[in-house]
């Protein structure tokens, strides 16, 4: 993993850092406490004048992304971290109206008299 961060603070962490492969984490690598991480992410949304959602939101707002640009299951499945396709399939990718409304146009198409 690339790290962007300047020499001065590598000087000052120095043998303190540990790579956890956390997504999120604090200056020494380590985990961030779930209520600090929490707090955080609200004064976030407040201060972008956002509507309040959990943290967790991201996650599922994220496959609904990947859903609506047609990204195949498996390469969802991996890049949600999902142990199971079965997983990302039936909590994550939801069904959307405009999905809908191609799986109806595609049948109606099939089935069109010439």
Not at 16 to 34: I, M, Q
Not at 59 to 76: F, I, N
Request: hydrophobic share 40%.
């Amino acid at each position: 993993m690339t790290y962007n961060v300047s020499v001065k603070w590598l000087v000052e962490v120095g043998e303190k850092w540990r790579d956890l492969g956390a997504v999120f984490c604090n200056l020494y690598g380590d985990f961030y406490d779930p209520g600090g991480m929490r707090r955080k992410f609200k004064k976030l949304l407040r201060d972008a004048d956002l509507p309040d959602i959990r943290f967790h939101d991201l996650r599922h707002s994220a496959a609904m992304v990947l859903a609506v640009a047609q990204v195949d299951l498996k390469t969802a499945q991996e890049r949600l971290g999902h142990g199971s396709i079965a997983t990302t399939a039936d909590i994550y990718m939801q069904v959307t109206l405009k999905m809908q409304q191609e799986a109806v146009k595609k049948l109606d198409e099939m089935f069109k008299r010439s």
